[in-house]
T-cell receptor, first 111, second 114 residues
Framework: KNEVEQSPQNLTAQEGEFITINCSYSVGISALHWLQQHPGGGIVSLFMLSSGKKKHGRLIATINIQEKHSSLHITASHPRDSAVYIC?????????????FGKGTLLTVNP | ETGVTQSPTHLIKTRGQQVTLRCSSQSGHNTVSWYQQALGQGPQFIFQ???????GRGNFPPRFSGLQFPNYSSELNVNALELDDSALYLC?????????????FGSGTRLTVV
């Protein structure tokens, strides 16, 4: 069973700051997902990656497969980035694609 | 049709009752997973359906059951509701090989058991 740990649990930043959220997992995966969840529940998929780095706008996600670690970076943070950011991993192998989730990081960006 | 739609958005039930939650996936998404998210926690895997058959289950009792239909819709049924079943229930769908193509999530159903 994969264990997914995120840090920090809570993060408060001032508008414009550079944000980093970390995720580590315990066993091999086929892919890692970064998700955003706003109050009310809806989850939006930000990134899915299995190696290297991906960038979308002000968001950057990196993964180190050997170290079983991923980071989500937000450059020039804005109050609208305030949300819960969740790391989830897809089990490797087989046809069971279930995701194992971390507990999430609550990000608050103040103006 | 794009996106994943869940209904209802909110629901209040009494302990001991039964509930059915629905998820409508986008066309072609033959894999759907259901998750339970308690307040302040990450989602927990309930089960997954692939081509209308359950093909994976998390640590949930048999009173949690599901169905998947040929039109890419699915249901989560919970019998004999308990207070601890109060949570946000999320469905996520994908095409075969979802680990490589990503998931689309619904907005969830908030279930309150009183």
């Amino acid at each position: 069973k994969n264990e997914v740990e995120q840090s920090p649990q809570n993060l408060t930043a001032q508008e414009g700051e550079f944000i980093t959220i970390n995720c580590s997992y315990s066993v091999g995966i086929s892919a890692l997902h970064w998700l955003q969840q706003h109050p009310g529940g809806g989850i939006v998929s930000l990134f899915m990656l299995s190696s290297g780095k991906k960038k979308h706008g002000r968001l950057i996600a990196t993964i180190n497969i050997q170290e079983k670690h991923s980071s989500l970076h937000i450059t020039a943070s804005h109050p609208r980035d305030s949300a819960v950011y969740i790391c989830a991993v897809s089990d490797s192998g087989g046809s069971n694609y279930k995701l194992t989730f971390g507990k999430g990081t609550l990000l608050t960006v103040n103006p | 049709e794009t996106g994943v739609t869940q209904s209802p958005t909110h629901l209040i039930k009494t302990r001991g009752q039964q509930v059915t939650l629905r998820c409508s996936s986008q066309s072609g998404h033959n894999t759907v997973s259901w998750y339970q998210q308690a307040l302040g926690q990450g989602p927990q895997f309930i089960f997954q359906y692939y081509r209308e058959e359950e093909n994976g289950r998390g640590n949930f009792p048999p009173r949690f059951s599901g169905l998947q239909f040929p039109n890419y819709s699915s249901e989560l049924n919970v019998n004999a509701l308990e207070l601890d079943d109060s949570a946000l229930y999320l469905c996520a769908s994908t095409v075969e090989g979802g680990a490589y193509y990503g998931y689309t999530f619904g907005s969830g159903t908030r279930l309150t058991v009183v």
